[in-house]
């Protein structure tokens, strides 16, 4: 039995097997149209019988990337996708960005937000729980089996029990803990929490490539409710090029927004940069921006936001208590309209 599910939207669609890395057939929802290389009989040839038709009209590449559905927002679910390591005057209006520089002015771009601290580990554990690290051994940047360098502190992973999942590149097996080429644990945070461990056995994975694996199984199949998604020390800027980083952000972004929990008004998206330039334990303009349906293109604010903003934002979206310096920061969501 050949099932199809049309994602919700205008524009060109791929219809695709889920076993497949090439599409069937074009279905241009907004014009009535369809063509392409097969008909639509011919994804019956899948060996599974299951097509998905992934969507760029709403929530893929163009001008509708954001800002697609109006109404009141129903973002039930928020995943943070991480980069590394650059201010905000460094990715803003630099040319070997073009698709960063696109995604903020065609969603929301928080012009005024500020990692916490120094060096990255503090950065994403202040983020997933609103308390500050920024002191030792967590600003050694130290791995998880390190001495003193795990914690037991409430989070957001352990606010949302099983419905939550972290995707890291390259990372050798789920929530590994050591340095492994192009992994580095002290940007997966979910492994450090130690009243986490049995679910970050399960639910911290690897990432997976744009056209199979774990991501984008999930992407097709429904996501949790929170997702954190980390590139690998190339890809994030750590230690590849801006190039690099952006093409590996084109390259997903267009996955990620066509699926169906995005173009249903579902889920938002945070794209956010762990720290701008500098050393120490002061604060650094960097990049954040959102990703909604809902979300107008060229939304900009100067208001000042952080990490612990962050924090509130994906904890008041998905119904948890705010933890920690959550609970004084000011929220995004009303902001960019999530």
């Given at each position: 039995?050949?099932?199809?599910?049309?994602?919700?939207?205008?524009?060109?669609?791929?219809?695709?097997?889920?076993?497949?890395?090439?599409?069937?057939?074009?279905?241009?929802?907004?014009k009535?149209?369809?063509?392409?290389p097969?008909?639509?009989?011919?994804?019956?040839?899948?060996s599974?019988?299951?097509?998905?038709?992934?969507?760029?009209?709403?929530?893929?590449?163009?001008?509708?990337?954001?800002?697609?559905?109006?109404?009141?927002?129903?973002?039930?679910?928020v995943?943070?996708i991480?980069?590394?390591?650059?201010s905000?005057?460094?990715?803003?209006g630099?040319?070997?960005?073009?698709?960063?520089n696109?995604?903020?002015?065609?969603?929301?771009?928080?012009?005024?937000y500020?990692?916490?601290?120094?060096?990255?580990?503090?950065?994403?554990?202040?983020?997933?729980?609103g308390v500050?690290?920024?002191?030792?051994?967590?600003?050694?940047?130290?791995?998880?089996?390190?001495?003193?360098?795990?914690?037991?502190?409430?989070?957001?992973?352990?606010?949302m029990?099983s419905?939550?999942?972290?995707?890291?590149e390259?990372?050798?097996?789920?929530c590994?803990?050591?340095?492994s080429?192009?992994y580095?644990?002290k940007h997966?945070?979910?492994?450090?929490?130690t009243?986490?461990?049995?679910?970050c056995?399960?639910?911290d994975?690897?990432?997976g490539?744009?056209t199979?694996?774990?991501?984008?199984?999930?992407?097709?199949?429904?996501?949790?409710?929170?997702?954190?998604?980390?590139p690998?020390?190339?890809?994030?800027?750590?230690?590849?090029?801006?190039?690099?980083?952006d093409?590996?952000?084109?390259?997903?972004?267009?996955?990620?927004t066509?699926?169906?929990?995005?173009?249903?008004g579902?889920?938002?998206?945070?794209?956010?940069?762990?720290?701008?330039?500098?050393?120490g334990?002061?604060?650094?303009?960097?990049?954040?921006?959102?990703?909604s349906?809902?979300?107008k293109p060229g939304t900009?604010?100067?208001t000042?936001?952080d990490?612990?903003?962050?924090?509130?934002?994906?904890e008041?979206?998905?119904?948890?208590?705010?933890?920690?310096?959550?609970?004084?920061?000011?929220?995004m969501?009303?902001?960019?309209?999530?």
């Open positions: 039995m050949l099932t199809v599910l049309l994602v919700a939207g205008i524009g060109t669609y791929l219809l695709t097997s889920s076993h497949a890395t090439t599409p069937y057939v074009s279905i241009n929802a907004d009535g149209t369809l063509a392409g097969a008909t639509l009989t011919a994804c019956a040839g899948a599974d019988g299951n097509c998905v038709i992934f969507g760029s009209g709403g929530g893929g590449t163009g001008n509708s990337l954001c800002g697609f559905k109006v109404g009141t927002p129903t973002i039930s679910k995943m943070v991480w980069e590394e390591n650059e905000a005057s460094s990715i803003i630099n040319s070997n960005v073009p698709y960063m696109q995604v903020a002015t065609s969603c929301g771009y928080a012009n005024n500020w990692a916490y601290t120094h060096p990255s580990l503090p950065n994403y554990m202040g983020m997933t729980s500050s690290y920024a002191s030792s051994p967590w600003t050694n940047d130290c791995l998880p089996n390190d001495s003193g360098c795990n914690t037991a502190n409430a989070s957001i992973f352990s606010q029990g419905n939550w999942k972290s995707y890291n390259t990372m050798p097996s789920n590994y803990k050591f340095n080429g192009s580095a644990p997966n945070p979910a492994a450090y929490y009243n986490i461990s049995s679910q056995s399960a639910q994975v690897p990432l490539s744009t199979s694996g774990n991501l984008f199984n999930d992407i097709k199949n429904g996501l949790p409710a929170f997702t954190t998604v980390t690998n020390l190339v890809n994030d800027w750590h230690d590849g090029t801006a190039a690099q980083a093409s590996w952000l084109k390259g997903w972004l267009p996955v990620i066509s699926g169906p929990d995005y173009q249903t579902k889920l938002a998206v945070l794209l956010v940069f762990d720290e701008g330039g500098g050393s334990n002061v604060a650094s303009n960097t990049y954040a921006a959102w990703l349906p809902y979300t900009s604010s100067a000042h936001f990490n612990f903003a962050v924090t509130k934002t994906i008041d979206l998905l119904g948890q208590p705010e933890l920690g310096n959550a609970k004084s920061a000011t929220s969501a009303s902001t960019f309209n999530l």
